[in-house]
């Protein structure tokens, strides 16, 4: 079970300092649960402090698949490194939607963070008008094959899957916990024929949109939900250590 926190373009340096220290005391012992926060790039540094001496690791929200160079704005693998990232978001929707990222950037970026031992955390879900469209099984599947292609893992994990109906961000709206289910039990499926039957039993596959303490119990009950990313309720450390609990009380 792995909880991440996306805390998106929220936070400043001192605020994003403080809500690291208000989790890891609302947390106390997660159990299992395998915890990660992800604030703004010039929070991680800061956040990685205030993590220090606790089992919270550090993730970033995106970076660039080059090594280096001429690329004004952007934040490399080993630089994410250099300040303390295990995990990183790749592909959110909010990147793919308002940036222009797609699936061979995707691609790119998974491939350079295994290269730099990052854990990639790769969003993939389908639009309403795609889920009305009864598109949603082919949405998910191209953006699922695309970032794992060419990829090769030996270790389950050193990959994370979250599944995010981009109809369920930051709206209330959730996936049903059934909805949910079979759309998580299908990647599972997925990632066995791309990257191996024996790995993709052990690839945790997050469910994100609109989880909250009231619903996270239902979403993480599910068989192949083996945790969530957080948006929203990432933001509040007694929520965020709610959701925790319950995923503590699934594992
Ligand atoms: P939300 O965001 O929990 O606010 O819906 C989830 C996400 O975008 O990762």
């Known amino acids: 079970m792995l ?7 929220n936070t400043d340096l001192p605020g994003a300092a403080k809500l690291a220290e208000e989790v890891v005391e609302a947390l106390g012992d997660p159990g299992p649960v395998q915890v990660a926060v992800c604030p703004p790039f010039v929070s991680l540094d800061a956040v990685f402090g205030a993590l220090r001496g606790s089992s919270v690791k550090l993730g970033a929200q995106d970076m660039h698949f080059e090594e280096g160079g001429a ?6 693998a080993a630089m994410l490194r250099s300040v303390g990232c295990t995990y990183v978001i790749l592909g959110h929707s909010e990147r793919r939607q308002y940036f222009g990222e797609t699936d061979e950037h995707v691609n790119k970026k998974v491939r350079q ?3 730099h031992e990052l854990v990639p955390i790769v969003c993939v879900g389908e639009t309403l008008k795609e889920r009305e469209a009864g598109q949603e099984r082919h949405v998910v599947k191209g953006q699922v094959e695309r970032a794992v292609e060419s990829v090769v893992l030996s270790d389950p994990a050193r990959l994370v899957v979250a599944y995010e109906p981009v109809w369920a961000i930051g709206t209330g709206k959730t996936a049903s916990p059934a909805q949910a289910q079979e759309m998580h039990a299908y990647i599972r499926r997925l990632l066995a024929e791309f990257l191996g039957e024996h790995l993709a039993g052990n690839i945790h596959i997050l469910y994100g949109g609109s989880m909250k303490p009231a619903n996270a119990d239902e979403l993480l009950s599910q068989k192949d939900v083996d945790g969530g990313l957080i948006g929203g309720a990432s933001l509040q450390a007694g929520a965020f250590a709610a959701i925790v609990a319950a995923g503590k009380s699934q594992s």
Do not use: C, F, H, R
Request: charged fraction near 10%; aromatic fraction near 12%.
């Open 3 to 9: 909880i991440a926190g996306n805390w998106k373009m």
């Open 71 to 76: 690329y004004t704005g952007e934040v490399s």
């Open 113 to 115: 963070a295994l290269a």
